[in-house]
């Protein structure tokens, strides 16, 4: 006799990244920034914690809210802040899933969206992507067709690569939401405006934006989605009462008024990453162009889950993956490292470990 709901009962749950808890580790496996925030951040903390923290805090986040939308140009009850993005992907499934609806998502990617899903208790579908990380649209018409959510993360993980705007247009399911999931989006070429929302079908639109990544934050843990009022006042009736606390607030509003402190950090990464891209390919990895802050390869003859095993064993920690059902693969599984762009100094030690092991 189990006390959980069945679909709760079944699921296996998602598996985060290793967090070493003793020190002496190069990390390149959970796509942190690997420079500290903005000292304004810093500034926030220190009087927010001087603050009144007996009292509960914004619940709107109305401080935060006004300053994101002046950046991006739109009126503030088009924000709507979250304890990270996974805190906007719960509420959105939360508002928008029922039982047996389908959700879809391109896969090999972010496997936290099937978790939701289930949760939920709707059904995913997986959007197989080609060999080279693009769309077969035809392939997968039925399935946007009937979904009542297809989640994109643009740039993909663990791939990196970024999707065009026409071909997320495509995505937009006629009797649903698209939520374009944007984590990655300042290491990227593209455009940080949200105009996507103003395309045809962009009232059916949600961008969820995050924190943890190009601000440095990812210990504070801070999100955002943007969408037309009346999605973000859907979304709204179903999160926490006070889901952001004050100093998450604080620190995130600080962050976003240090432009040139994330860009510059964001730019450095942006560097790093072709340096690494460039080096791994020398030793016999084949590269996914990415335009995040993350790379993914596989070897040419050696067996990626070994190499996993042998930086680890030096401590060095990279993010080994399996996508099993994936027809074209090898045995239709398709492995790979993904690999977290780092300082100069700890990709200095991956690629002398790399090239005393390959």
């Not at 950046?71 to 719960?90: K, R």
């Not at 993914?296 to 993010?319: A, G």
Request: hydrophobic residues 40%; charged residues 25%.
């Amino acid at each position: 006799m189990t006390l959980f709901r069945p679909n709760i009962d079944r699921m296996a749950g998602y598996m985060p990244g290793e967090q070493p808890q003793d020190g002496g580790w190069v990390k390149l496996n959970t796509n942190e920034n690997p420079y500290p925030p903005s000292p304004r951040v810093v500034d926030a903390l220190a009087e927010a914690i001087r603050g009144p923290l007996n009292l509960y805090p914004d619940p709107l986040g109305t401080k935060f809210r006004e300053a994101a939308a002046k950046q991006l140009g739109l009126e503030p009850d088009w924000v709507l802040p979250a304890n990270g993005s996974d805190e906007n992907l719960t509420l959105i499934l939360r508002a928008f899933v029922d039982t047996g609806d389908i959700v879809a998502y391109p896969y090999p990617s972010y496997i936290l969206y099937e978790t939701l899903a289930e949760i939920q208790g709707g059904e995913f579908r997986r959007l197989l992507l080609k060999p080279d990380w693009s769309w077969d649209h035809a392939a997968i018409r039925d399935t946007i067709q009937n979904a009542r959510l297809v989640l994109i993360p643009n740039p993909n993980s663990p791939s990196g690569n970024l999707w065009r705007t026409e071909d997320l247009l495509k995505l937009v399911p006629p009797r649903g939401v698209l939520v374009v999931d944007e984590a990655y989006a300042d290491f990227s070429d593209a455009s940080r405006d949200a105009g996507l929302l103003q395309q045809p079908g962009g009232e059916r639109i949600i961008i969820t934006r995050t924190f943890s990544k190009s601000y440095s934050l990812a210990g504070v843990r801070f999100g955002f989605a943007l969408a037309h009022p009346d999605l973000i006042a859907g979304m709204r009736k179903v999160k926490d009462s006070y889901n952001c606390d004050r100093l998450s607030l604080a620190a995130a509003t600080a962050a976003l008024d240090d432009q040139a402190w994330m860009q510059a950090n964001a730019e450095r990464v942006r560097g790093t990453r072709t340096r690494l891209s460039d080096a791994l390919k020398t030793l016999g990895f084949a590269v996914v162009p990415s335009q995040s802050n993350f790379v993914w390869c596989t070897h040419s003859t050696r067996e990626n889950k070994s190499l996993y095993e042998t930086l680890k064993s030096r401590k060095i920690l990279v993010r080994y993956m399996a996508f099993r059902n994936v027809p074209y693969a090898q045995d239709e599984t398709l492995t790979g490292l993904r690999i977290s762009v780092g300082t100069d100094a700890e990709i200095d030690a991956l690629l002398a470990a790399l090239k005393s092991i390959v």
